[in-house]
């Protein structure tokens, strides 16, 4: 019994019943893995609409792959249409566009009639992206951040930071240089890493008293794309 639910494929006759188990089981393996994508995702903003997409996907994938079958006229016919489709957005990182592959091979596998391999992938997936959760795997120690620092137009800023760069940061990165209120100030953005359990506010005093006590602006560097 067991063997035979790793062994069914969809056969050319579309029945009522197998249809039904078909769509159910994608629909029960996408909502079980957009349940998993939400805890992983409790620090982070997540959209609504994506998630509800993550439930769906699975079951639409199946029910294509279940209606094209062996058909290759239907095949060319399904990817012409779908060549009309524009995504009005784009998924938030990599980990969403991760997930969105991942909906898509259990709705492959459950559109092919292997609904205990589908089961199988998403459990052992689900599991697996539980564990690097609680496990923080891949998360680093360091703070990347951005650091504006507004500096006088006589000034020389030449490594005039770089002592208390040293002592606040793992790495820093002089990127960007511009000129502000009319060419009589200099605005400097650096990359930097704050080392972990850092005084912000002592790093930014310290920055004051170089700049002549004028702006410093700290801010969490982005990472999905989003210009500082």
């Not at 509800?52 to 399904?78: D, E, H, K, Q, Y």
């Not at 092919?112 to 120690?141: E, Q």
């Not at 240089?177 to 930097?192: H, N, Q, R, W």
Request: glycine share 6%; hydrophobic share 50%.
């Amino acid at each position: 019994m067991l063997e035979s639910l790793f062994t069914t494929t969809v056969s050319e006759t579309i029945t009522i019943g197998g249809t039904i188990t078909i769509i159910l089981s994608a629909l029960a393996f996408g909502l079980l893995i957009s349940i998993v994508y939400m805890k992983t995702n409790k620090k982070d903003e997540y959209s609504q609409s994506f998630v509800v997409t993550m439930i769906m996907l699975p079951a639409i994938i199946a029910m294509i792959i279940l209606l094209v079958g062996s058909n290759i006229a239907r095949a060319f016919s399904l990817a012409g249409a779908f060549s009309l489709i524009r995504f009005r957005s784009a998924p938030g990182d990599s980990k969403d566009i991760a997930y969105v592959f991942f909906t898509l091979g259990v709705g492959l596998a459950c559109g092919m009639g292997y609904i205990a391999y589908a089961a199988l992938f998403a459990i052992i997936l689900c599991m697996v992206m539980i564990v690097l959760y609680y496990t923080k795997f891949g998360i680093s120690k360091n703070t990347p951040m951005r650091i504006k620092i507004t500096i006088p137009e006589d000034m020389s800023y030449q490594g005039v930071f770089d002592e208390i760069f040293d002592q606040f940061t793992t790495s820093c990165k002089l990127v960007k240089i511009k000129t502000t209120d009319f060419g009589s100030l200099f605005e400097l953005a650096y990359d930097v890493n704050l080392i972990e359990n850092v005084d912000t506010k002592e790093l930014i005093d310290r920055l004051r008293c170089k700049n002549g006590n004028l702006s410093v602006a700290l801010l969490i560097k982005e990472t999905k794309g989003e210009k500082l």
